[in-house]
Structure formats: C-alpha cells, structure tokens
C-alpha cells in the first residue's frame, strides 16, 4: 500500500472552524491508505492577514508560511500513501495562492449549524463574521461548482447521527472505498495534529467516535444574534446541497417532481423585494401563517397580458377592506409588482400569478389584528402553469359532504385564504378519484366546486347558482356575459343537485381552469358523457376574449 516518494491523490475538506473538521481527519486517518494533513495553510494564513493567535510565533517559525511552497510542496507534494487528507479551513484559503489548489485532487464541504458554531468558538478567539469565514466557504463551494467539480456537501448533524452511512456515502461521491475503521480511533493528541491542538482540540482529543449530538442545546447567548443572522443564511445556501439532512421533522420523502419542471428556478415577490423560488417566505409572525388571514386573487396571462387584471384587484381591495387591513399597498404599487415579477421571470404567456396579500406581520403571535403594525404583506407568486383541467375531454365531479360556509359564518364575497372549508371537500374528491369536488349550501343547493364555479345546460338554458354561498368568481361573470352574447338564455336560481346529473351539460369556470366540461357526476354520465356543443361554444367565445383583452405587461423600454 505505502508507495515511498509517490504522487498522492489529494481530498481536500474545506469548513468553517469548529464544524468537527478534526474528528472527520482523525476518521480519515485511521484509513490504511490515507494520510493526513491539518490545515497545512494555516502559517500562511497568519503571515499575510496579520491576525494574533496565542501561538502565532511559534506557529510562523515552524511551519511553512509561504502559500504557494506550501501548495506545491506540502499538500501536493509526493507522499507515501495513495490518498491525502488535507483538513482546511476556508478563511485560510488566502489571496495569491495557486489556482491548482481547486483544479487538483478530490474536495469536500463540511458544514455545521452556526447555532452548535458560535458558543464554543469564543474559548479562544472573539467570534466575528471574518473569524467564521462561512462566507468563503460558500465561494469554494461555488468556484469548484464552476470547474464543474461540483463538491459533496456534509453537514456535522448528519456525522453525529449516522456516521456510519454518511461516510458511507462521502466515500461514494470521493470514488474511494469506505473502511469501517474510519469509525473508531484512540484518545488523546495525534502525532499529526497541529501545534494550535492545546487550545482547540481538548474535546476531540477525549473523543474515540463520532458522538451524537446532545439530545436539547445550551441556550444561544443573544450577544450573538446579530452574528447567528449574518452567518446563517450562508449555512442555509450548502445545507440545500447535503444529500441527507438530520433534523427533529427530517423526512425520507424523496424529492418530488414539479407539474411543471420550468418552475424551479422563478422569482417571487415578498413583501418589497424579489426573491429566488427556495428564498420566497413569509415570517412565523405573519398573519397568513397566524390564522390564515389574507385575501388572494388568480390571474392568468395570455400573449403578453393580463386577463381582467382590473376585476382581480378590485375584488382584491374589496376582500382587504371587508377584513378591515391596515397600510394596504396602493393600486399602482400592487400592479407595478406584479409587472416585475412577470418581467423579471420572462412570463408573457401560459402563465399564472397567485396574488397574495396578507394582514402582514405581527408584533407577537396571537389573533388580534391590534398586533398588525407593520403593514401588509404582499406576495406575487408567477408560474408557468397551463389551465389544470383536461378541457378537450372534461371532468369528473363527486358531491361532497362538507357544506359550503354561509354567510352567517363567513361571506363568500371575501376572497380570503382560509380555505380549509373547500379544503376538505377537495380531499373527499381526491377520494373519490373525481377531479373536484361539489359542494352544496346549508340547505343542499349546490353552491359551487371547491375550487371553481359552476354551470349546467337544460333545453338549451343555461342556469347557475347565485353566488350567494359561492364566490362570485370573475370567470363565472365573464362567462355569463358571453352566455347572453351568444344568444343563449341564462338564469341565475338555486340549483338542486337532482337537475346537475340529469343536465344535458354541465362546465366549470376558474381563473386557474378556465371554462371546464364536465361528463361524469356522482358517476352519472352528463349528457351523452361527451363535451356539449354549447360548451365548446362558449369555449372558443372564451379563447377570443382572451385572445383581445387584457392589460399589457410594459417593456423593458417604458420607464
């Protein structure tokens, strides 16, 4: 195995200090095939920036200060196993040194919570945000991603919790073979540990194995917040590239396939600034999250504009003025967001915005608007979404037993977010293996789907229910006003749902669908069980309504 004087095969671990980046070498160097080396940089590091150390001269008269000997000679150098092990520390990768350092061999990332970081930091030397150096780490990270040497990224928690599968599984992405002796070790120093092991390696060194984490954690000091703030974003952007995650909600559900894979990589709007898909949140503190306090709207976009923009943000400032929010964002403002983030994703057709706006954050957590004093938040989520029915071969609907809320507990003229109502009746469709789901009103009319509206066609009438207990959708008002243009008679009443499964059609309207036929209720067939030709009347009258109108999204021209 040992190969005097030979070209080694370098694995380069790069982390911030205290991430257990000595336990994983002292791991590596019970390999039969490995060296190692701590943090061969280190002299360098101290010369060029200047920082102190309480062993800093000790440490420039005998290690090798100069980056690039260190470089060529050290890490690089010819050795006598086939791998080497080199433990770095990301801020110690310094100016100057040569490119060869990420070109060359095999490299890790090794990540730790700055939350488990901090506390134990201070024993030596004062935390700081340069002391942490995890923004260096995510640099390493992103250059070698460049190289196209995308590295594996490792989080402690995962070591702690199974140290066996996760290195396991390093072992898998390095392309060495794994060694069940990378599990255990003796106590005490190491002949290879560096001479700054008296001030930061007293715990490892009464270590023999990777140990779990403590079950509950010290308090975190709030001295060090503002720091835990800086540093923690940078964690949060590796941890999304760890393969396996511990947490206490940690799930082995695998990574789902999006309806529309293009939706990855959008950019939502939250609150005032543009944010990347995995970055789009709320605040714990915000009454969406609180109680499902907020109103919404669906909006579509055909060829270049938007479809009734004006109707959605006039139900939209209605539903917000009924709920009594505070600091609402002005017309122009909403629409000017909205006209960002539609440009900014490049979404000028086939696309769909949910439109959010919440009561906004709060003070403390609790029920009481009183505690809104930071104004709304408001939320412009674009995909590229198709209508979500089969509209060319219709739909299937079951009844559900959930009724639809009455006024009497909550207005359905109020386009708000808490939605668990139609919720449960959606899960009964799901059920049902049905599309959606019908829901009736207290006294068992049909009212609406529960997530659209809906209409039947009788001898040549077309009927609907009044929006009384349903949403009075603006698709159901646009297709209304196309049912007189065509000439057919429409009638509002209430509807039992007897006449929807003897109707010679039946068709659903939504922002999200569009104008969707239904051919099966409660597993009656509608009609012939085919799309009506009043229904695709009233379809292609749809598409060239769209096809015309709309408010158009400004270029990049207009100021």
């Not at 196993?81 to 080199?86: A, I, L």
């Not at 801020?91 to 070109?103: A, E, F, I």
């Not at 122009?332 to 979404?347: P, Q």
């Not at 509807?495 to 099966?520: C, N, Q, R, Y």
Request: glycine share 6%; charged share 25%.
């Amino acid at each position: 195995m040992e190969q005097e004087g030979e070209e080694v095969e370098v694995i380069h671990s790069w982390s911030a200090p205290r991430s257990l980046s000595t336990t994983l070498m002292y791991s590596f160097a019970q390999r039969d095939d490995t060296e190692v080396l701590d943090e061969p940089l280190y002299a360098a590091f101290l010369r060029i920036t200047g920082v102190e150390r309480p062993y800093r001269d000790e440490l420039l008269s005998k290690m090798e200060s100069d980056g690039t000997k260190v470089v060529n000679n050290v890490i690089f150098g010819p050795g006598r196993k086939k791998y080497r092990f080199c433990k770095h520390i990301a801020k110690q990768r310094v100016t100057g040194l040569p490119s060869d350092l990420l070109k060359k061999g095999k490299h890790l990332i090794l990540i730790r919570n700055p939350l488990d970081v901090l506390q134990s930091f201070e024993k030596v030397v004062p935390a700081s945000f340069l002391e942490l150096g995890v923004s260096e780490l995510v640099a390493i990270y992103s250059e070698l991603c460049e190289l196209g040497r995308p590295p594996p990224v490792i989080d402690t928690a995962d070591l702690q919790q199974d140290p066996k599968g996760t290195l396991r599984s390093l072992c898998e992405d390095l392309d060495i073979p794994f060694q069940s002796s990378m599990l255990k070790w003796e106590a005490g120093p190491k002949p290879y540990d560096g001479i700054w092991a008296p001030w930061w390696y007293k715990s490892v060194h009464k270590s023999t194995e990777f140990k779990q984490a403590r079950r509950f954690p010290e308090p975190f000091p709030l001295t060090m917040y503002e720091l835990l703030e800086q540093s923690l974003p940078f964690y949060n952007l590796l941890r999304c590239h760890v393969k396996q995650t511990s947490s206490l909600l940690k799930t082995n559900l695998p990574q789902p396939n999006l309806p529309v894979p293009a939706n990855e990589k959008l950019l939502a709007w939250v609150g005032d600034e543009m944010l990347p898909r995995e970055s789009a949140k709320v605040s714990v503190f915000d009454s969406v999250v609180q109680g499902g306090d907020s109103v919404w709207e669906g909006l579509r976009v055909y060829n270049g504009k938007i479809f009734k923009l004006d109707e959605h943000l006039d139900r939209l400032l209605d539903s917000a003025k009924a709920l009594a929010f505070n600091n609402v964002p002005t017309r122009k403002e909403i629409e000017e967001s909205i006209f960002k983030t539609l440009i900014r994703n490049g979404m000028f057709d086939n696309a769909h915005i949910r439109l959010s706006l919440t009561r906004g954050k709060k003070v403390t957590s609790g029920m009481s608007p009183a505690f809104n004093l930071y104004g709304c938040t408001l939320i412009v989520l674009p995909e590229w979404k198709p209508p979500v029915y089969d509209n060319t071969k219709g739909i299937t609907l079951v009844t559900a037993t959930t009724r639809r809320n009455s006024p009497n507990n909550l207005d359905s003229k109020i386009h708000h977010n808490n939605l668990l109502n139609n919720i449960l009746a959606k899960i009964e469709g799901n059920n049902a293996n049905a599309d959606d789901a019908i829901m009736l009103d207290k006294d068992g009319y049909v009212s609406e789907t529960n997530a659209t509206n809906i209409f039947l066609v009788k001898k040549g009438r077309v009927l609907t229910p009044h929006a009384d207990y349903c949403l009075p959708g603006i698709t159901r008002a646009t297709v209304m006003d196309l049912v007189v243009k065509e000439d057919f008679v429409l009638v509002e009443r209430r509807i039992s749902l007897s006449e929807f499964h003897t109707a010679d059609e039946v068709w659903t309207t939504g922002t999200m669908g569009e104008l969707s036929p239904v051919v099966k209720i409660d597993g009656r067939l509608i009609g012939n069980g085919q799309v009506g030709p009043v229904t695709r009347r009233l379809q292609n009258a749809y598409r060239k309504l769209t096809e015309e109108l709309g408010v158009p999204i400004p270029t990049y021209s207009q100021a």
